[in-house]
């Protein structure tokens, strides 16, 4: 299986790109859990996109594909927003309390907390493609 879709890269389509994810996940039989850290991931990286890869812009896209394969669902993002590199982006602060954290910062680490791999590619012709790959657990 495999399902696509565009959404401009806007914040008020976020909650359309997690029901997406959502569908595509309940088609692949992924357990609640699966489907919740799959989301999340996608959120992030949408989200991502729209405050980082187009800021100041509302003409971009993002689009999203699902495939379901092998026991695992591999979600793309691909945009044509600003490139980055995630080696450059600092680590999260984990082990400061709460209320001593600057606000944000822990999009990439939920990212990688959430799924199982993360291939992200940018390409000045095509676009940027991130890759997110969730191993589902048996579901006998």
Not at 5 to 19: G, I, Q
Not at 75 to 82: A, E, I, L, P, Q
Not at 100 to 129: F, K, Q, T
Request: proline share 6%; net charge negative; glycine share 8%.
């Amino acid at each position: 299986m495999r399902v696509e879709t565009t959404v401009a890269a806007r914040v008020e389509n976020l909650a359309e790109v997690r029901a997406f994810v959502e569908r595509a996940c309940a088609e692949a039989g992924a357990d609640p859990r699966a489907a919740s850290d799959l989301k999340l991931a996608v959120d992030e990286v949408c989200a991502n996109i729209i405050e980082h890869g187009y800021p100041g812009r509302d003409d971009g896209a993002i689009g999203i594909a699902c495939e379901d394969e092998n026991g695992m669902l591999r979600v793309t993002v691909t945009d044509n927003g600003r490139s980055f590199s995630p080696e450059d982006i600092p680590k999260a602060d984990t082990s400061s309390g709460w209320e001593e954290r600057p606000v944000g910062g822990l999009g990439w680490h939920l990212i990688r907390r959430s799924v199982d791999d993360v291939d992200y590619r940018p390409d000045p012709v095509r676009g940027n493609r991130l890759t997110l790959v969730k191993r589902l657990p048996d579901q006998d």
